[in-house]
């Protein structure tokens, strides 16, 4: 890939092409949905399993209401409020989705980008852009197009520099169902993200709207929840205590991580034969900063200081509610925990 303009990447997708597309949270590789060609190429370029849906990007409230059946009270309420920004609507699916998009599920994510060339971008074509994070399969999510050209170097089309994202976790993905059991919404939180529940409720509550948090306990509803995700190319560990030498962090990475399988739910595991020299990461004491560089840092950390292994000292770790996203995407990274 190569890096390119607005009006370029407008015209690979004309083609049938897909592109490397910036967003607040992390790099996307975008199609049209309208052109089966492309979603399909999302899913063989990024070697993305067929099971794995895509979350769809529109530039308005009035595209969106397009792409699904059901535009509830709710639904209207969480993106006036939070759009364009980071959260992510599960609804029922128009028949303008395809079921290469949802993976055969009757629900579509949405989502309105604040980045203003993705918007630019989503306003030129007028068609909606499916985009998963635009990373191969189970690996660190790209947060510069410089991230983007490093993980698909052989295919041939355009990236947009959109700088550094800002937030740099992918969205939070919220479910809603109206089928009001007990005249309430049903939400769900399929993936924590810089949205947080409280932040949901608090404004529901203000508008008067009925709803509760309910948990989404059938995993074909709430898929892409795999707990390997999001591995940076060497391993990651994870490390609950204080009192440890780098010395005993590579004799117990060696044990453990050639006890491991060679692949974890298509995800490999990588192994270097000998653990030689580990890097700690040390992320940023405020939640926002270390949402923002904590991709980055898992890419680069290790190359930059031909590390065998990388780790996060998590003792004294923080318990609120905005570090709940960058939680869940450090377990699912690390390959080992201890
Ligand atoms: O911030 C983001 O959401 C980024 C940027 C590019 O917008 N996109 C992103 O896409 O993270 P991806 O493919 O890496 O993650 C999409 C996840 C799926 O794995 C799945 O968990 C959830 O969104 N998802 C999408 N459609 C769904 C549906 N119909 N029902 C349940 N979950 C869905
Ligand atoms: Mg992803």
Not at 1 to 8: A, D, F, I, N, P
Not at 14 to 32: H, N
Not at 41 to 46: A, E, H, Q, R, T
Not at 155 to 181: A, F, H, N, P, R
Request: with cysteine; net charge neutral; hydrophobic share 40%.
């Amino acid at each position: 890939m190569k890096l390119g303009s607005v009006q370029e990447a407008a015209i690979k997708l004309e083609k049938g092409d897909v592109i490397g597309m910036p967003t607040e949270t992390v790099y996307g590789l975008a199609g049209r949905i309208d052109i089966k060609e492309e979603i399909e190429k999302i899913f063989l370029v990024k070697k993305r399993p067929f099971f794995d849906p895509l979350i769809v990007h529109v530039n308005s409230i009035e595209q969106a209401k397009t792409l699904t059946t059901d535009w509830s009270l709710v639904a209207n309420e969480l993106a006036l409020t939070f759009w364009p920004g980071p959260l992510t609507l599960v609804l029922p699916k128009s028949d303008k989705v395809s079921d290469l998009i949802t993976s055969g599920l009757q629900s579509v994510g949405i989502r309105m980008p604040n980045h203003p060339l993705a918007l630019e971008l989503l306003q030129k074509i007028r068609t909606p852009l499916a985009a998963p994070s635009a990373n191969r399969f189970g690996r660190t999510s790209p947060t510069s197009a410089l991230h983007v050209l490093s993980e698909f170097p052989d295919y041939d089309s355009i990236v947009i520099d959109g700088g550094l994202c800002e937030i740099g976790l992918e969205s939070t993905v919220l479910s809603i169902q109206s089928i009001q059991k007990n005249y309430k919404f049903q939400l769900s939180i399929l993936r924590s993200g810089a949205i947080l529940e409280s932040q949901i409720s608090e404004h529901l509550i203000k508008k008067n709207i009925p709803f509760e948090f309910v948990e989404e306990t059938n995993k074909r509803l709430a898929p892409g929840q795999m707990k390997h995700h999001y591995m940076p190319e060497i391993p990651l560990i994870v490390i609950d205590s204080k009192n440890i030498s780098q010395a005993d962090i590579l004799k117990i990475a060696q044990e453990k991580i050639h006890q491991m399988p060679d692949i974890v739910e298509g995800v490999e595991i990588r192994k270097p034969k000998e653990f030689k020299k580990a890097r700690e990461i040390k992320l940023p004491i405020d939640a926002r900063m270390a949402a923002r560089s904590f991709y980055s840092l898992l890419r680069e950390e290790g190359h930059q200081h031909q590390a065998d292994l990388i780790y996060i000292i998590i003792s004294e770790w923080h318990h609120s509610e905005e570090w709940r996203p960058l939680k869940d995407r450090l377990y699912k990274a690390a390959s080992i925990v201890f």
